[in-house]
């Protein structure tokens, strides 16, 4: 079945670049073992996410909740982008763009303008009225984006809601100073970023780490708004496990306030100002 040899094939190279770039063995044979599953089963796996949905592929032999929802992405998208990102190939103005109702036009705006840089960031956007600003997204079309992008994430949590699975501050910030420290040794390995790299130089530094049962990912930020503002070795993009699927933040040396000069969480200020103990009389994102 062509699309269970699809599947296998990703996750096949998923296992091969976490392997090659350092990540922990046992999280590298766990996307082995999916493949290996999925090209032994005996029907579509598309029929299991179709018929009994995501609950259907973690119940799947050596399928746990993060390669279930791997699996469910590539079968409703033909991509994976956490794929995208081991490869160098991550890029937010086609992530954004592969979502209906947004042209080129909109996504290179709500990325350089607006700085969004994932479907987690685009839902925020949808929900808190930032999408309304943009020229050509009405009312009608934000709510198919919304409706879109709560199929697409699997959400299961109503709107607005506070995340349950968010990691703490303190691990977010731990996870920040490995990988700037040792990308700074020169202990990690480089991968060659497609976008704003003509020459495919290998430079930006990888990190695959673990903290309890979460697994990290963290690169400098390789975002057109990060070359800009040239904080290219300042901005660290961290993606982790999540309950309904891959989160992801971003932690910056902030600009501003009581926390200038200290690495904060973007977004998550007020909790970074009671981690270090300051008064923050308002929040400022140092971006």
């Given at each position: 079945m062509e699309i269970n040899a699809q599947v296998g094939r990703r996750l096949e190279e998923v296992a091969e670049l976490l392997e090659e770039q350092g990540a922990n063995v046992f999280r590298v044979q766990a996307y082995r073992r999916g493949a290996e599953t999925v090209r032994r089963l005996a029907r579509p796996v598309s029929e299991i996410l179709e018929q009994e949905g995501v609950e259907g592929l973690q119940r799947l032999p050596g399928v746990g909740d993060h390669l279930a929802i791997a699996i469910r992405d590539i079968v409703r998208t033909g991509r994976l982008p956490m794929l995208d990102r081991l490869r160098g190939q991550s890029d937010p103005v086609e992530l954004l763009q592969s979502v209906p109702g947004i042209g080129p036009v909109q996504s290179a705006r709500l990325h350089e303008e607006f700085g969004i840089d994932s479907l987690e960031d685009l839902e925020a956007a949808a929900h808190d009225g930032r999408l309304a600003d943009v020229a050509g997204l009405g009312r009608k079309r934000v709510a198919g984006i919304i409706d879109s992008l709560a199929t697409r994430l699997g959400r299961v949590r109503p709107p607005g809601s506070h995340p349950t699975d968010e990691a703490p501050i303190e691990e977010l910030l731990d996870v920040d100073?490995?990988?700037?420290?040792?990308?700074?040794?020169?202990?990690?390995?480089?991968?060659?970023?497609?976008?704003?790299?003509?020459?495919?130089?290998?430079?930006?530094?990888?990190?695959?780490?673990?903290?309890g049962e979460r697994h990290y990912t963290a690169l400098f930020s390789n975002t057109a708004r990060a070359h800009k503002l040239g904080k290219t070795l300042d901005w660290v993009i961290l993606y982790y496990d999540g309950g309904a699927g891959e989160r992801q933040c971003t932690v910056i040396t902030s600009q501003f306030g009581a926390l200038k000069g200290r690495r904060i969480v973007r977004g998550r200020e007020q909790d970074c100002a009671e981690y270090y103990g300051v008064t923050q009389p308002r929040l400022a994102c140092g971006a």
């Amino acid at each position: 079945m062509e699309i269970n040899a699809q599947v296998g094939r990703r996750l096949e190279e998923v296992a091969e670049l976490l392997e090659e770039q350092g990540a922990n063995v046992f999280r590298v044979q766990a996307y082995r073992r999916g493949a290996e599953t999925v090209r032994r089963l005996a029907r579509p796996v598309s029929e299991i996410l179709e018929q009994e949905g995501v609950e259907g592929l973690q119940r799947l032999p050596g399928v746990g909740d993060h390669l279930a929802i791997a699996i469910r992405d590539i079968v409703r998208t033909g991509r994976l982008p956490m794929l995208d990102r081991l490869r160098g190939q991550s890029d937010p103005v086609e992530l954004l763009q592969s979502v209906p109702g947004i042209g080129p036009v909109q996504s290179a705006r709500l990325h350089e303008e607006f700085g969004i840089d994932s479907l987690e960031d685009l839902e925020a956007a949808a929900h808190d009225g930032r999408l309304a600003d943009v020229a050509g997204l009405g009312r009608k079309r934000v709510a198919g984006i919304i409706d879109s992008l709560a199929t697409r994430l699997g959400r299961v949590r109503p709107p607005g809601s506070h995340p349950t699975d968010e990691a703490p501050i303190e691990e977010l910030l731990d996870v920040d100073r490995e990988y700037r420290e040792r990308a700074g040794a020169g202990e990690l390995h480089k991968i060659a970023p497609r976008r704003f790299n003509p020459g495919r130089e290998a430079w930006l530094p990888i990190l695959h780490t673990p903290r309890g049962e979460r697994h990290y990912t963290a690169l400098f930020s390789n975002t057109a708004r990060a070359h800009k503002l040239g904080k290219t070795l300042d901005w660290v993009i961290l993606y982790y496990d999540g309950g309904a699927g891959e989160r992801q933040c971003t932690v910056i040396t902030s600009q501003f306030g009581a926390l200038k000069g200290r690495r904060i969480v973007r977004g998550r200020e007020q909790d970074c100002a009671e981690y270090y103990g300051v008064t923050q009389p308002r929040l400022a994102c140092g971006a």
